[in-house]
């Protein structure tokens, strides 16, 4: 099922996402990270705001984090 949460604040769950890519330990994670982002953002233009939280995992399981 979705998460769907249409009055979360967008830019607080950007903050989150731009966090980990300044953080990422090499470029893998961060086009990685940048590819989870982009899933993010084209949810929110879908209609469907979903937060950070749950594209996050799909990173620490790519990366056996």
């Known amino acids: 099922m979705r998460n769907i949460q249409p009055s979360m604040n967008v830019a607080k769950q950007r903050r989150k996402l731009d966090t980990l890519i300044d953080n990422a330990p090499d470029?893998?994670?961060?086009?990685y990270l940048e590819g989870?982002?982009?899933?993010?953002?084209?949810?929110l233009v879908a209609g469907r705001p979903t937060p950070a939280s749950q594209f996050i995992p799909a990173?620490?399981?790519?990366?056996d984090l």
Do not use: R, S, T
């Open 59 to 63: 990173y620490w399981e790519e990366f």
């Open 27 to 31: 470029d893998n994670h961060q086009g």
């Open 36 to 43: 989870v982002k982009a899933l993010f953002e084209a949810e």
